[in-house]
């Protein structure tokens, strides 16, 4: 089992509501990853990081965006949530120099 | 709308046979390939990987294959368990130093007692 947490597990929010999402790893990994994915469906990478202060947009596009002020810590945040964020988000961390990527156990979003 | 992943591609096994789940990748300068297992309500979780100087590599129950020539891989899992019911992704790397992994549709596969 990879040391990466998330949390909430679970979220259900009104529309308009600002939230974060908080994704934890204990390996001292430098690299982390947020995923979209959608029931059943491949994942989608939104954002990632390379290390401390560094943020970068991933290939689909997100209204969220990310901070990453500590290695082990990489919040995502949605300012103002809409129906069309409702899905599920997977936040993944990986080694210096590793393509071998860890996840956490998933954030599912519902927003009303 | 209905959701596409309804219609996601299924493999049904009888419990103690062996199920082989395919993949073909897009990439021909892909050199990192892997297989994840993702369970209902769970993230992605390790499988098996392979470098592309590789043809195959076997772990514990599990046999991943790699055909560069037509840029197929294949996860092999001996002696299917009940367990083993999940959702299976591959995943190949992007080639550009990035480290990015670029995720296949999956499979689900579905163990019959």
């Known amino acids: 089992e990879a040391d990466i947490y998330q949390t909430p597990r679970y979220l259900v929010i009104g529309t308009g509501k600002k939230i974060t999402l908080e994704c934890s790893q204990t390996?001292?990994?430098?690299?982390m990853y947020w995923y979209q994915q959608d029931p059943g469906m491949e994942l989608h990478l939104i954002h990632y990081?390379?290390?401390?202060?560094?943020?970068e947009k991933g290939d689909l596009s997100s209204e969220s965006t990310v901070s990453r002020i500590r290695t082990e810590h990489f919040p995502l945040t949605l300012e103002s949530a809409r129906p069309s964020h409702t899905s599920q988000y997977l936040c993944?961390?990986?080694?210096?120099?590793?393509?071998?990527?860890?996840f956490g156990p998933g954030t599912r979003l519902l927003v009303l | 709308g209905e959701s596409v992943g309804l219609h996601l591609p299924t493999l049904s096994v009888q419990e103690g046979d062996n199920s082989i789940i395919n993949c073909a990748y897009s990439?021909?300068?892909?050199?990192?390939f892997i297989w994840y297992k993702q369970e209902s309500g769970k993230g992605p979780q390790f499988i098996i990987d392979?470098?592309?100087?590789?043809d195959k590599r076997q772990g514990q129950r599990v046999t991943v294959l790699l055909n560069k020539t037509v840029k197929h891989l294949s996860l092999q899992i001996a002696a299917t368990q009940p367990g083993d019911s999940a959702v299976y992704f591959c995943?190949?790397?992007?080639?550009?130093?990035?480290?990015?992994?670029?995720f296949g549709s999956g499979t689900r596969l579905l163990v019959r007692p």
């Open positions: 390996m001292g990994h430098d690299k």
């Open positions: 392979i470098r592309s100087n590789m």
């Open positions: 995943a190949e790397n992007k080639a550009d130093s990035s480290y990015k992994l670029i």
């Open positions: 990439n021909s300068a892909s050199d990192y």
């Open positions: 993944a961390s990986s080694e210096e120099n590793e393509e071998t990527q860890y």
């Open positions: 990081s390379y290390g401390v202060n560094s943020t």
